[in-house]
């Protein structure tokens, strides 16, 4: 059984800034330096003119994590989150999610839209997180699912401070 996950996040800026800094190489890049000291890593990434497949890799101290979680990791944990984003075209451009684990049986995927709205413009993202563990998947899945969002709101934080920094 998998957990469905939803969000659309609002930003003040035009479609144009945001998709520029979401395929941005350079964006990508310093959101690793930044979280360098908490051990994130760059995959993989290739840019295109207005496109981009990015990856970011994390390691994670299981030793921090719930006790119900930290029992069933078997060796280390890490995570690949992957981010991949088309071109822009009449207002909106077409992305897709994915985050894989090792140590634990934990799957994210899902699509975002990036489309131009009043004043701005939205990224709307739907997916599912799917943990293959018999009886405390589901539990794991809400877990997952609020760090997933977690981790997707705190990306509109990070696109507005490049806009700001890079107008």
């Not at 996040?9 to 144009?16: A, D, F, I, N, W």
């Not at 690949?80 to 822009?88: I, S």
């Not at 451009?93 to 899902?110: E, I, K, Q």
Request: glycine content about 12%; aromatic content about 4%.
């Amino acid at each position: 059984m998998s957990r469905k996950i939803e969000l659309t996040t609002t930003y003040s800026l035009p479609v144009e800034a945001v998709h520029r800094t979401l395929t941005d190489e350079n964006f990508w890049l310093r959101r690793v330096e930044k979280g360098a000291e908490y051990g994130l890593t760059l995959d993989h990434l290739t840019a295109g003119e207005g496109t981009i497949d990015v990856g970011l890799a994390q390691s994670f101290d299981k030793d921090k994590m719930p006790s119900m979680i930290g029992k069933i990791i078997k060796g280390d944990l890490s995570i690949v989150r992957g981010e991949v984003w088309g071109p822009l075209a009449d207002g909106r451009a077409d992305g897709s999610f994915t985050a894989v684990t090792t140590g634990m049986p934990v799957t994210v995927n899902g699509t975002a839209v990036l489309a131009e709205s009043d004043g701005g413009c939205t990224v709307t993202v739907t997916g599912e997180v799917d943990v293959d563990i018999k009886l405390i998947g589901g539990t794991i899945e809400g877990m997952v699912a609020e760090q997933i969002l977690g981790i997707l709101g705190r990306d509109q934080e990070v696109v507005e401070e490049w806009v700001a920094a890079n107008a």
